[in-house]
């Protein structure tokens, strides 16, 4: 399924990855909400279905099993197309949850360095990953593996500590503008 077609045109999701931290909930919602498409946060999905917040999952059931969740949700979400996706920092990690999200949208990456990241989640209990000795060293070690699967998006804006929210939105949707413009076109 390639996306819903409406007036002839074919409309797909658009799917923001990237590390905790990144923007990708914020940046989502001014997307959907300048769009006129629905917004879907898989993380905000998890916690609905499960009636358990994502740290509550992580020490109960663990980091396996979340994952299977957040792939089931990504799919669910996915099939209706025509929306903007926040996916959690570890999904894109995933090659199903990539294929996927290639077959239904257009995976837009907000990039950050090391040092915005810490300075959004630091004083943010509810990152299990970050639950270490060495958040931080966590944080930069995880970036690190991550980045090179990051590159893999079809969309690549770097977003900084001191962008705004409407600065960052602008610098994607001109990127999807210039790299797949019919995404963003309207009935």
């Given amino acids: 399924m390639q996306g819903k077609r409406r007036g002839g045109v074919m409309r797909r999701n658009i799917v923001l990855v990237g590390m905790m931290g990144a923007g990708k909930t914020a940046i989502g919602a001014e997307l959907s909400r300048r769009l006129g498409r629905p917004l879907w946060d898989t993380d905000a999905e998890i916690e609905r279905a499960a009636a358990m917040t994502i740290p509550e999952i ?16 990504l799919a669910r979400v996915l099939a209706g197309g025509d929306s903007i996706v926040s996916t959690g920092g570890g999904s894109w990690m995933r090659e199903g949850n990539r294929e996927r999200i290639g077959q239904n949208g257009v995976s837009v ?6 040092e915005t990241l810490w300075h959004r989640v630091r004083s943010r209990p509810t990152r299990p990953l970050l639950q270490t000795a060495d958040p931080r060293g966590t944080l930069e070690r995880l970036l690190g593996e991550r980045r090179p699967v990051y590159s893999l998006a079809d969309v690549h ?15 994607v949707l001109a990127a999807i503008a210039a790299q797949q ?7």
């Fill in 58 to 73: 992580f020490a109960r059931d663990g980091e396996d099993f979340f994952r299977a969740r957040e792939a089931e949700v």
């Fill in 181 to 187: 413009p019919v995404i963003l076109e309207t009935k």
């Fill in 157 to 171: 804006v770097t977003a900084a500590r001191g962008d705004t929210v409407e600065d960052t939105t602008n610098r």
């Fill in 109 to 114: 990456w907000l990039d950050c360095d090391a």
